[in-house]
């Protein structure tokens, strides 16, 4: 459950961390087109409407700077809180997070990760030991019910008044008790009902084990099926498109619609896909708690990078400049 918390809290923080970049990076962005939409109006080339839209737009871009800029720190303070090594330190706030979010991830086999999970979940192989015990005391009493032989031996030797010579002599014995009136029917039911409910309680737990898997496993299916559309058409290819369209407004090649509609999209796109990465990282390992192990630990398992796909440190320098 920690490290479930601690892989959510870093995740959260990170992608708060790139938000906040792409808010900063926005926000100069129309303070650079608000510079140049000063030198237009002062030559009455754009009409006070248009210079005022702009400043209008630049006021909400620097409005949702601050935001992400105090979620980044509502972020950093919560991961503070689960790694700090006491309460009075708060190391996470002037630590550099590294991007270290995870590549693409292949499609993995489900039957693996409830194999796995039925193996590695403690709360199954609790109610599994004590099915397995339950159904033992059963089959014990059940063989109370047989009648048990008894066999004696022993040596006699007996003095008896007026006789001079003194009787003894080897001694044996065989008995089987009969259960006629105590068959231990009582017994023996008690047991296989509680054999019976110790094996529905396991059954219970295999079944809600196989559904969180399951479900985890297609959460972070639809996370990654998410991603793999938008990955190519962000990184360097929307971080050259946003420059070529500040240089376009500056240069009056597109309208002021054109330049807002254009830097709009590209935050939005930017800020969803940061969303998806860091909801990559906590339905992974809400994934690998509900099957108990991590993934890198399953060998069956690939992990690694699909070919092709982009990495979230070839995304981050672009954002950065």
Do not use: C
Not at 11 to 37: I, K, N, P
Not at 135 to 141: I, K
Not at 149 to 168: C, F, R, T
Not at 170 to 186: E, H, N, V
Request: overall charge neutral; glycine content about 4%; aromatic content about 4%.
């Amino acid at each position: 459950m920690l490290d479930f918390e601690v892989a959510r809290a870093y995740a959260l923080a990170v992608a708060a961390e790139r938000r906040a970049a792409l808010s900063r990076q926005a926000a100069s962005a129309f303070a650079e087109a608000g510079r140049v939409s000063q030198q237009r109006l002062a030559a009455g080339d754009v009409s006070v409407y248009a210079d005022r839209r702009l400043r209008l737009e630049a006021a909400r871009y620097a409005a949702l700077e601050s935001e992400s800029v105090l979620a980044r720190r509502s972020a950093r303070v919560a991961l503070s809180a689960l790694v700090a090594a006491s309460t009075d330190s708060i190391s996470a706030m002037s630590a550099v997070l590294s991007d270290s979010l995870p590549f693409l991830v292949p499609p993995m086999s489900l039957a693996i990760l409830r194999t796995v999970a039925l193996r590695a979940r403690s709360d199954y192989k609790e109610v599994s030991l004590e099915a397995e015990a339950s159904a033992a005391e059963a089959r014990v009493v059940s063989r109370d019910r047989i009648p048990t032989p008894i066999i004696s031996a022993g040596y006699k030797q007996e003095d008896a008044a007026g006789i001079v010579e003194s009787l003894n002599g080897f001694a044996a014995g065989f008995s089987i008790p009969l259960p006629i009136w105590d068959r231990k029917k009582g017994a023996v039911a008690a047991a296989d009902a509680e054999g019976r409910r110790a094996a529905a309680e396991r059954e219970i737990v295999r079944r809600r084990v196989v559904q969180q898997v399951a479900e985890a496993h297609d959460a972070l299916l639809a996370v990654e099926q998410q991603r793999a559309i938008l990955a190519p058409q962000l990184g360097a290819q929307s971080a050259a498109a946003l420059r070529s369209a500040q240089v376009a407004y500056a240069e009056g090649e597109v309208t002021l619609l054109e330049f807002l509609d254009a830097v709009r999209a590209y935050h939005e796109a930017e800020s969803a896909y940061a969303a998806l990465i860091g909801e990559s990282v906590i339905r992974r390992a809400g994934l690998e708690r509900v099957i108990g192990s991590p993934l890198s630990a399953i060998p069956s398992l690939p992990v690694a990078q699909s070919p092709g796909m982009p990495r979230t440190n070839d995304i981050r320098p672009e954002i950065d400049r």
